[in-house]
């Protein structure tokens, strides 16, 4: 893992090159102080302070040189306003001048662009060796604004290397190994259910749908904080790879469903948040984790299973599966009483066609949540939009045998009704929030590389930091 607590630092006199930050509108009244020089090697390099663009200019001794870097008008800016710069420089210590009186970044805008900064220059390197950058350092007079961008790069950094790490090396057994790595030495009680204890146990949902795959199915459960807390359960769609079952996906389909786990890798990122900062929580982590596969005991279609909370299912599709692990899991948080509970999924297509890859879906069945966590999002620069928990849908869900279907006939609302088959599970005056995040890059942007990423996490971290903090 990258140390990115090593990319910022203070404003401490050691020798660094001035980082100044412009704007389009402000670019003229800037060069309007600047040597001719100046004006000249901006004109040459064709620099307008367009966002995440970048210019290097010379000082006034041979051997002085300074950085312009262009950033979007407030408050646009968010947490990528540096990132560029940071991909592009070359390595050694640039003094941010923003705080102080050249720049127009604002001790907002300087908060978030520490995170861009650092993970702009993370790279996953498990699977490709290669020479390791020399790093840019990021020294400012105001330190305490870029506090919380370590720890929420390392975050961002955990769910990116967990969701790009393929199938191969990370099934259920190996997740299960991960949570257990990051959470016991933070004073965790980790415990995993396994294969046919699942049964035992009382999970039939999530043995159902990973029973076919060489690795066993697995419930991994955390506990940590004072019992005295409120009770705050994390949730996290634990799926290794998704091949679609018996229904299986097509070749296009299943290339990137190494991510399906992203939902998990985002929820032991919060938790590991939440505990390093000590929230005052009664934390609950639940990642069911399985490999939905094909062998000669797969999940069938018209299959009907049961389910933790004691309603059965009858399966209409393989490939909806993701829904049957997560119910058993919420029915678990439920047992304990949650003031909140909170679920990342990569749940449906038809979230990704209605929001594209960058937005993820939140549902939630209260209105107060659901307006904290959209502004919680947008003042952290990592952006949310509601769809609704529309109760005429639930007939879509009807079957004739079961309690209900895991998958609705036709293309119509996917995201919407998957959404509603998960809130059967949630307690009557529980507050529930569900992401159905895409949890990738589908092309690279500055600071965001084409891979797996953390969408959703820092509205949700920023919504636990504001109540529990």
């Known amino acids: 893992m990258t140390d990115f607590a090593a990319l910022l630092g203070p404003a401490d006199g050691q020798p660094s090159v001035p980082l100044i930050t412009i704007t389009a509108a402000g670019l003229d009244g800037w060069l309007a102080a600047q040597s001719e020089r100046v004006r000249v090697a901006v004109a040459a ?32 800016l968010g947490p ?17 001048a923003g705080d102080e009186h050249h720049g127009e970044m604002g001790q907002a805008g300087l908060g978030q662009a ?10 996953f390197s498990r699977y490709r060796r290669g020479e390791p950058k020399a790093a840019r350092v990021l020294a400012t007079a105001s330190l305490g604004a870029l506090s919380a961008a370590v720890s929420e790069a390392r975050a961002t950094a955990l769910v990116r290397d967990l969701i790009d790490t393929p199938a191969c090396d990370l099934g259920p057994a190996d997740l299960a190994q991960v949570v257990i790595d990051t959470l016991r030495p933070l004073g965790a009680d980790v415990q995993v259910t396994s294969g046919e204890a699942l049964l035992e146990k009382n999970f039939p949902a999530v043995h159902a749908v990973g029973r076919a795959a060489h690795q066993a199915p697995r419930l991994i459960e955390a506990m940590w904080g004072d019992a005295a807390h409120p009770v705050v359960a994390i949730i996290g769609k634990g799926i290794t790879f998704d091949s679609g079952g018996l229904n299986i996906k097509p070749g296009s389909g299943m290339a ?26 009664r934390l609950h982590l639940i990642i069911p984790a399985a490999e939905n596969a094909i ?35 919420i029915a678990l948080a439920a047992e304990k009483n949650p ?37 919680a999002g947008m003042a952290v620069g990592d952006p949310l939009w509601r769809l609704p ?9 009807k079957s004739s045998l079961a309690d209900m279907v895991n998958s609705a006939d036709g293309g119509f609302a996917g995201a919407i009704t998957a959404a509603l088959f998960l809130e059967k599970f949630v307690p009557t005056g529980t507050p529930w929030a569900h992401f159905d995040t895409f949890a990738w890059n589908n092309a690279a942007r500055p600071g965001r590389p084409k891979g797996g990423e953390a969408l959703g996490l820092r509205a949700s971290w920023a919504l636990l930091r504001s109540r529990y903090g």
Not at 80 to 96: D, E, I, Q, S
């Open 295 to 329: 062998s000669a005991n797969a999940m069938r279609p018209g299959d009907i299973i049961a389910t933790r909370a004691g309603k059965t299912v009858e399966i209409t599709n393989t490939d909806a599966e993701g829904r049957l692990v997560l119910c058993d899991a």
């Open 256 to 281: 990137l469903m190494k991510k399906d786990m992203g939902g998990a890798a985002h929820a032991l990122a919060l938790a590991r948040l939440v505990i390093e900062a000590n929230l005052r929580v």
């Open 339 to 375: 003031a909140l509970i909170i679920d990342f999924a990569t749940l449906t297509g038809a979230a990704r066609v209605a929001l594209g890859p960058q937005l993820p879906a939140l549902f939630a069945n209260d209105d107060a949540l659901a307006s904290e966590l959209t502004a």
């Open 114 to 123: 520490g995170l861009g900064w650092c993970l702009a220059q993370h790279v």
């Open 80 to 96: 990528w306003a540096l990132a560029a710069a940071a991909a592009r420089l070359p390595a050694g210590r640039y003094a941010l």
């Open 45 to 76: 390099q064709d620099f307008k302070a367009a966002a995440d663009s970048v210019a290097i200019l010379h000082g006034d001794g041979p051997a002085d040189w300074f950085v312009a870097a262009g950033v979007a008008q407030a408050p646009q």
């Open 389 to 397: 928990l529309w109760a005429p849908y639930h007939d879509m869900l």
